[in-house]
Every structure is written in C-alpha cells, then in structure tokens.
C-alpha cells in the first residue's frame, strides 16, 4: 500500500484489490483455493469486514486535505486545471473524481471548499469511513 494516495481507483482497480484481500485472508486462515467457500463465509470466520478498500480511500482524503491546504504545485496537479488544450479520447478518471463519490452527494468544487475548514473536513471523512462506501 506504499504510495496509496495517488492511486486513482476505478472499479476494476477496486476488484482486484477486494480480490487480493480475500486471498490473503484465505491464505492467513490455510483455507485451500479448491474449497467451496465463499467469500462472505470465510468474512465471518474471520470476524472481519473489508476494508483495504476503505483504508486507502482514507489515506487518499488525508492526503487530499494536507496537500490542498498547503496550496502549492500539487495543489494543481491534483485539482487538474492546466492550460492548454484537451487530449483527444476519453478523459482520464481523476483522483478528485473518486473521492467525491466515495465522501458523499456534492462536487468536488464543494470539497475543495471544504478542505479549508479542517474540522469540517475531519467529519466528511468520519462520516465516510463509518459509511464504508
């Protein structure tokens, strides 16, 4: 999970990674690959829920705040507003994309205006937490 926070997560990213959560949690409880268990099974086993998916999406938020408050050249890579023109193709998911649908309803000119207000912040990211979306 080195460098989590400037992965940009689509959905594909996020099965693959829910994927290798259970596979490791299989191998942490010797359940073999060719037993017919399923995964919501072995969960409750373990006594666990997923949260590799959530942990990140935290870590991406905290980052999120730290860099957007400090306001300098990350704050624009971030954001994505460059001068110039628009490369031709489907535009690329950006790390903003994802974190306004993971912190709830709103856009992401919304969060951005939320970061400055630290404690504000630290409860969207609370609440989105608990939620575990």
């Not at 409750?44 to 870590?59: T, Y």
Request: glycine letters at 8%.
């Amino acid at each position: 999970m080195y460098g989590c926070e400037a992965w940009t997560i689509s959905k594909q990213i996020q099965n693959k990674l829910e994927a290798t959560e259970m596979w490791f949690l299989r191998r942490m409880l010797r359940i073999l690959w060719t037993a017919k268990k399923t995964n919501e099974r072995v969960l409750n086993e373990a006594n666990k829920r997923r949260s590799l998916i959530r942990i990140i999406r935290k870590r991406q938020v905290t980052f999120l705040g730290h860099v957007m408050r400090r306001g300098k050249l990350e704050h624009l890579v971030t954001t994505g507003r460059f001068e110039g023109k628009r490369s031709r193709g489907r535009q690329r998911e950006k790390i903003m994309d994802g974190l306004a649908t993971w912190l709830g309803p709103g856009k992401v000119s919304d969060i951005l205006a939320a970061v400055k207000d630290r404690d504000l912040w630290r409860d969207m990211i609370a609440n989105a937490y608990k939620q575990g979306t």
